[in-house]
Structures are given as C-alpha cells and as structure tokens.
C-alpha cells in the first residue's frame, strides 16, 4: 500500500470515529457533525495542543459527572455541560479580563446575587459543585 494510501485510510478511519462520536453526544441544543471547519479546529488541537487537549479530556472526566447530575435534577439538558468548555476549558481557577471567574465564569456580583461568597477570603465561583448550580440558575 502507497503511503498515500495510508494516508487517505487514516483519515477516512479517524473520520468515521469523530462521526460516530458525535452522533453519541446529546444534541437537543445544538447539531453535532463534522465539517471543514471542525475538522481543522480538531487537527488544531492535536497537532499544537496535545497536552492540553489531554489534561481538558481529563478535567471533563472529573466535572461532567457533578454537571450532569445537576443539570437532571434542573430538567435542563446535559449538552449545557459543554459551555463550561468554551468559558473556562474546565479550569475552575480560570478568571477572565473583566472578572468573570470558575468554570462557568460567573462574574462576583453575579455570582454574589446567586447566593455566593466572593470576597478576599472566600471565592466560591471556583468550587465546581457551587459553580455550577449558581450557573445553572
């Protein structure tokens, strides 16, 4: 086999595995396919960000679990899980310019008109549990 052969084979494999991936996650709020666009945001990622994308699958391993049963008990559907990707890329000490802080980047008076603590001591925003149920609301 040429290695273009090869080549075209891997793709067409790996592919077929990003498609059936996708068709598993949950999508009531949006559409999940693979695109152009997706596909190089996907290569993207393994090619310049390897490690990161690792310890990101390792962090969705740790927090959906505490979204998911969150977001059933809220009748709210599980793919909002994934804003918390956009917003902090599961980093629950991620603080953006303005101030918005954890996984859900809440900002503190938003966060404090939730029922949070934020102050010099204490910054709730940051406990993933408490994050999340003041952002689900």
Known sequence: MSAEARADYIIKSGDSLVRARLALMDSSLMEHRLDPSIKRRIINYVEHWPIASGRLLARSARFFPIFEEQLVAAGMPLSLKYVT??????????????????????????ARELGLTVDDEL???LDPALGCAAGLD
């Open 123 to 125: 910054d709730e925003r």
């Open 85 to 110: 990707v956009q917003e902090s890329a599961l980093r629950p000490w991620a603080t953006s310019r303005v101030g918005a802080g954890g996984l859900w980047q809440l900002m503190p008076g938003t």
